[in-house]
């Protein structure tokens, strides 16, 4: 399966086992979105081909936003729960 950035959302194909990233993204959510098709089934893994420069410098900052936004979900302490609030009118 090769696809364009629509594939970050949406697809649920259980088989992926690979995914080959041949652009960067700023955005820590979009990545985690990107890299979360692989892996459901079985083991996967992600290879993201880099530029050196602005491309790695890019991917670098995405990384150290992808840690501190999975720090911050990983403090219970960080949500506040309201059970009686319906999700749906």
Known sequence: LVCTCIGEEGLDIGEVDLIVNYDTLRSPIRMIQRT???????????VCLIAEGQEQRTFEQSKQAEKTL??????KS???????????P
């Open 70 to 75: 999975m720090r911050a979900l990983e403090k």
């Open 36 to 46: 979360g098709r692989t892996g459901r089934a079985r083991d996967g893994r992600v």
């Open 78 to 88: 960080n949500f506040v729960m309201h059970p009686d609030s319906l999700l749906f």
